[in-house]
């Protein structure tokens, strides 16, 4: 089965490009989802299917996955973006499997 | 437009039995391939998976939750209900359901509900 491994936090100044990764074994032959939380609010999907963005989402989320590793890029990070974000997958004995998440920080 | 909504009772005491309802508009639950899921997340902690119910009445638990489990649905009515027995204080947390398109990825949320467990 797959536990997802994130860097507990990641920070970034505005405008500029982060980086969030998601690790498992041979997590890059199935597919990984990406999702944002913010405090108060509901999990917004952000990505699925590894790279595919759902319709409402910016440009400057983009999703990649190969090897064991997933990531989570945002291009020209906006204040807004502060967040948490996390990668999830569908796993033959647990279903469906969260990473532990990642806390952006913009500053 | 997908909507989803969360009820139930918002405090607890320990032992008692926690029965949350889904009421869900925008889709139908007969749809091949969608599903509805719970999941919550505790106070300052990461997103947990709980069940899961498909189209055709298939169920899956989260294996470390599933002896106190149950998911079901009513079509008729647009609802999904999911009840955890033995509820303890550890079990404090935000309630989500989610719309689970056939591909797999959750694309609709509802607000969540917080539940709290305290003698």
């Known amino acids: 089965s797959n536990e997802l491994t994130q860097p507990p936090s990641v920070s970034v100044s505005p405008g500029q490009t982060v980086t969030i990764t998601c690790s498992a074994d041979?997590?890059?032959?199935?597919?990984v989802f990406w999702y944002q939380k913010k405090s108060g609010q509901a999990p917004v999907l952000l990505i699925y299917q590894d790279v595919k963005r759902p319709s409402g989402i910016p440009e400057r989320f983009s999703g990649s996955n190969s090897g064991n590793t997933a990531t989570l890029t945002i291009s020209g990070t906006q204040i807004m973006d502060e967040a948490d974000y996390y990668c999830q997958v569908w796993d033959t004995n647990i279903h469906v499997v969260f990473g532990g998440g990642t806390k952006l920080t913009v500053l | 437009q997908i909507t989803l909504k969360e009820s139930g009772p918002t405090l607890l005491k320990p032992t008692q039995t926690l029965t949350l309802t889904c009421t869900f508009s925008g889709f139908s639950l007969t749809t091949t391939g969608v599903g509805v899921g719970w999941i919550r997340q505790p106070p300052g902690k990461a997103l947990e998976w709980l069940a899961l119910i498909y189209w055709d009445d298939d169920k899956q638990y989260s294996p470390y939750l599933k002896t106190r489990l149950t998911i079901t649905k009513d079509t008729s009515k647009n609802r999904v209900v999911l009840t955890m027995t033995n509820m303890d204080p550890v079990d404090t947390a935000t309630y989500y359901c989610?719309?689970?398109?056939?591909?797999?990825?959750?694309?609709?949320w509802g607000q969540g509900a917080l539940v709290t467990v305290s003698s």
């Open positions: 989610a719309h689970r398109l056939p591909t797999r990825e959750f694309d609709s």
């Open positions: 041979k997590l890059g032959e199935t597919y």
